[in-house]
């Protein structure tokens, strides 16, 4: 008698699906552990767990990848502007990722990210993106300008 081939895949794919889960509560609680929680964008991140959160980004598994790419602009971290350059760059990755990645490029405020974001807003074909990209490079430049007028 031969084994199910399809329950082996069914319990390889629970498995893979609950050790993404445990990755994902793993960083969480990592992160509020040290104090990510406490209800402030300030907080400034250990190197290292900056670094935790840009392997993150490059997880294979799309919701901590995602997570990982929301913090990273959450908390401004500079070390993930190379990566989520790239995110924000590559045509094959979902609208909705690149999105993120856009976001968090603004919020973090490196020239890097902001030209990536200029030129996305100047020549993308994807709609929704295209609409982002100029939304937030918009506000950035919007608020730049105010920041100059105040110094004056």
């Known amino acids: 008698m031969k084994p199910k081939m399809k329950g082996n895949k069914m319990k390889k794919t629970k498995v ?3 050790t993404a ?4 509560i793993a960083i969480l609680t990592a ?7 406490l209800g ?17 980004i490059l997880s294979v598994n799309s919701g901590v990848s995602q997570c990982c790419i929301y913090y990273s602009g ?7 502007v190379d990566v989520l350059v ?5 045509t ?3 609208t909705y990722k690149r ?9 973090i405020r490196n020239n890097k990210g902001i030209k990536a974001i200029k030129d996305i807003a100047g020549g993308e074909k994807d709609g929704q993106l295209k609409m982002v990209c100029d939304l937030i490079y918009k506000e950035l430049f919007e608020l730049n300008q105010s920041n100059l007028s105040a110094q004056n």
Do not use: C, H, P, W
């Open 16 to 18: 893979k699906l609950m």
């Open 21 to 24: 889960a445990v990755l994902v």
């Open 31 to 37: 992160a509020s552990s040290y104090g990510m929680n």
């Open 40 to 56: 402030t964008d300030e907080k400034q991140l250990t190197e290292k767990q900056a670094n935790i959160i840009v392997m993150g």
């Open 74 to 80: 959450k908390y401004k971290i500079n070390q993930s």
């Open 86 to 90: 790239d995110i924000l760059n590559d």
């Open 92 to 94: 094959s990755s979902e």
């Open 99 to 107: 999105i993120l990645a856009a976001v968090s490029l603004g919020r």
